[in-house]
């Protein structure tokens, strides 16, 4: 049996390679990327800034906890003659670096830095997949977190102070800007910066269940087998049909073991 080779069939596959391996440009790659492992490098690189700030506000904090009235040099360098005179921590600005040191710390290290690095990159290579679902709202969720941290530390040079009324903001001190100076304008950036990463990891959520539920959508390869070991629903099996063992695979994951005898080709 002889085969005919199809020109234009050739030509069309070669043009289609083509544009899935274009360049990209800086921005498109490493600013605005919609690729899940760029994007859970820029979770990661934004966590890591962050967690460095909040070192530092915890290392001033703390010398001012061991050595109470003593003057020290860096803690002048970073706060001034306003909030640190003679290089002692004034005690508004000890509760404001107290709460600000634990509102990054949970949210923007240990919640937002760890599963958005850890859960865009991994996921899909769990499930087989070549991206997210939708890589523009898995951007979104990532700016709207950087963009929350920059809020964040923008509230630090108001000149009222930031918000002082600890991380978990509890009233009266987070609501009355008469019972204490960060509860002013601070506070206000404070929450405004909550409402952003709020936003940002609602996104996130959304996206990272849309691609659990449906990973083989955009045309993604899936693997019967690992749906079924992630518990996935068994009629997505028919997805990978025209893939070379993959169909077999997943009418024996649905059958399961017991029935493996039945199903294998003698």
Same mark, same amino acid.
């Given at each position: ?41 820029? &979770? !990661? /690189?934004? +966590?890591? $800034? @962050? ?6 506000? #915890? ?85 709207? &977190? !950087? /963009?929350? +941290?920059? $809020? @964040? ?6 000149? #009222? ?106």
């Amino acid at each position: 049996m002889s085969v005919v080779a199809h020109p234009q069939a050739a030509d069309s596959g070669h043009a289609h390679e083509e544009h899935h391996h274009h360049k990209e440009s800086f921005i498109s790659k490493y600013i605005f990327s919609q690729d899940h492992k760029m994007i859970s490098k820029q &979770f !990661l /690189v934004t +966590a890591i $800034v @962050m967690a460095w700030v909040a070192m530092i506000m #915890s290392i001033i904090f703390r010398l001012q906890i061991a050595f109470p009235g003593e003057s020290f040099a860096f803690t002048h360098f970073f706060l001034g003659d306003k909030w640190a005179p003679d290089g002692v921590l004034s005690s508004s600005m000890y509760l404001a670096l107290v709460t600000i040191h634990g509102t990054i710390m949970v949210f923007f290290v240990l919640t937002g830095g760890l599963s958005g690095t850890f859960s865009n990159l991994l996921i899909p290579f769990q499930v087989g997949a070549r991206d997210m679902a939708s890589g523009f709202i898995n951007m979104l969720s990532f700016w709207f &977190f !950087l /963009v929350a +941290a920059f $809020v @964040m530390l923008a509230s630090l040079f108001v000149e #009222s102070g930031p918000a002082s009324g600890g991380w978990t903001v509890y009233p009266p001190l987070s609501v009355l800007p008469q019972a204490i100076p960060g509860s002013g304008a601070g506070m206000t950036l404070w929450l405004f910066s909550m409402v952003l990463f709020v936003a940002g990891s609602l996104m996130g959520s959304l996206e990272l269940y849309r691609h659990r539920v449906e990973p083989a959508h955009k045309g993604h390869a899936h693997d019967a087998a690992t749906a079924h070991h992630l518990g996935l629903p068994p009629h997505r099996h028919h997805r990978c049909a025209g893939l070379p063992g993959l169909s077999e695979r997943g009418r024996l994951a649905d059958h399961g073991p017991h029935a493996r005898h039945e199903l294998l080709p003698q």
